[in-house]
């Protein structure tokens, strides 16, 4: 049995989590004079990746963050980040502990975080990114019924394209 709690930002400002993946395919961004290609391409052999990445950053704004708790012991949590200038709400993590995982834990917490965003503001969009090399990302964002919005060929080094981790942006609009 499984529990959602909202996660006081007094208590959990600062906390990490090392998020880690396999994955064996990527999205190969071929950029053209005005556009990008996007090439589902398999890696040689299986890619492991893992950063750390951290609740309650001072650049939020307005973020609020839930777990789902097993008891005592924290099995996910999703944070999720208000932006008023354009409505939307910046899904910013989303982490299951690797026992938990393929579970549907982590569609629990993308529908409780979506649900509760929906009831404290009017929001037109729910946004979030991701790698292109984080092909178990991508699909569970696509299952979730989000789709392709943007990417950014040098989001994180100007290498991105050939090191094949180029920024996705994701985005599902709000039913009315």
């Keep these: 049995m499984y529990d959602f709690k ?12 090392t ?14 004079d005005m556009g990008f290609n996007l090439v589902l391409k398999e890696f040689e052999s299986l890619v492991s990746k893992s950063f750390v990445d951290t609740l309650f950053e001072d650049f939020l ?14 099995v996910g949590f999703a944070e999720g980040n208000y932006e008023a200038w354009h409505q939307s709400y910046r899904i910013t993590n989303i982490f299951v502990e690797k026992k938990y995982r ?10 409780e975080l979506m649900s509760r965003a929906n009831k404290m503001h009017d929001l037109r969009a729910f946004v979030l990114e991701t790698q292109s ?6 699909s ?9 919005i943007g990417l950014d060929t040098i989001a994180y080094t100007n290498s991105d394209v050939k090191n094949k981790e180029v920024r996705l942006e994701f985005g599902k609009k709000k039913l009315t």
């Design 102 to 111: 393929r579970q549907g834990y982590g569609e629990l917490l993308m529908n």
């Design 61 to 74: 704004v307005h973020p609020h963050a839930i777990g789902i708790f097993n008891g005592e012991e924290l």
């Design 19 to 32: 998020f880690t993946y396999e994955t064996k395919y990527y999205y190969d961004v071929i950029v053209n």
């Design 133 to 138: 090399c984080n092909y178990p990302a991508i």
């Design 140 to 148: 569970f964002y696509k299952k979730m019924g989000f789709s392709l």
């Design 6 to 17: 909202t996660m006081n930002k007094e208590h959990y400002k600062g906390y990490q989590a």
